[in-house]
């Protein structure tokens, strides 16, 4: 009932930049918590960046001071600014959101993933 739709993904040097977009549509009340999550190969799913509906931000310690997350709720789209990316920051960007449906019910979605490949 909420879809997740990720852009951005691509092919990039070390040291460059890219910007992923997450856009949430479908019978949506209010969006909570927001977030990006990364999957290398052969690696578990880890948080990258969260971000709530009043702002409140939290890192990965292995992307503080290079990726940005940011949101915009009359959007419903939220942002992973990445800058000076290394070959480690390679894996599939998952989506995710968290909130309320119009009848109320809450609700936890993913998006399908963009790949993010950094090449040295």
């Known amino acids: 009932q909420v879809q997740l739709v990720e852009s951005g993904g691509g092919l990039v040097q070390v040291g460059g930049s890219l910007r992923l977009s997450c856009a949430a549509s479908?019978?949506?009340?209010?969006?909570?918590?927001m977030g990006w999550y990364r999957q290398a190969p052969g690696k578990q799913r880890e948080l990258v960046a969260t971000i709530t509906s009043g702002v409140s931000t939290n890192y990965a310690e292995s992307v503080k001071g290079r990726f940005t997350i940011s949101r915009d709720n009359a959007k419903n789209t939220v942002y992973l600014q990445m800058n000076s990316l290394k070959p480690e920051d390679t894996a599939v960007y998952y989506c995710?959101?968290?909130?309320?449906?119009?009848?109320?019910?809450?609700?936890?979605?993913w998006g399908q993933g963009t790949q993010v490949t950094v090449s040295s």
């Open positions: 995710n959101a968290d909130g309320l449906l119009l009848r109320l019910h809450p609700f936890g979605s």
């Open positions: 479908g019978s949506i009340f209010t969006i909570n918590a």
